[in-house]
């Protein structure tokens, strides 16, 4: 069973930057690329960066130009570096394996704990 572990996170001063990692446990088919998602406070999850097999990474308008996405395969870890960080910003950060439908991204693996990122002066 795959399990996501999401760590990183913690209060930053706008302007500031963290860089968030995701262990994979378990094995992911090959067809599936990795996300990162959050949960802004009372709203939906939304998808936030994503890095398909062969692909080039993908961003949401909000933060492309400020976050980046890339794993080390050899560790089967994700990262997510956020840089020029905005109070707008403050969520709980998840990553998952994901699939690409009609050029939206969808979550094929339960959830992670995920990891609070509070951005605020």
Avoid at 28 to 51: C, K, N, Q, T
Wanted: aromatic share 10%; charged share 15%.
């Amino acid at each position: 069973q795959v399990q996501f572990v999401e760590s990183g996170g913690g209060l930053v001063q706008p302007g500031g930057s963290l860089r968030l990692a995701c262990e994979v446990s378990g094995s992911i088919p090959s067809m599936y690329g990795m996300a990162w998602f959050r949960d802004l406070p009372g709203m939906s999850r939304e998808w936030v960066a994503a890095m398909l097999n062969g692909d080039r990474p993908d961003y949401a308008d909000s933060v492309q130009g400020r976050f980046t996405i890339s794993r080390d395969s050899a560790k089967n870890t994700v990262f997510l570096q956020m840089n020029n960080l905005k109070t707008e910003d403050t969520a709980v950060y998840y990553c998952n394996a994901v699939e690409t439908v009609s050029g939206h991204y969808y979550s094929v693996r339960d959830w992670g704990q995920g990891t609070q990122v509070t951005v605020s002066s």
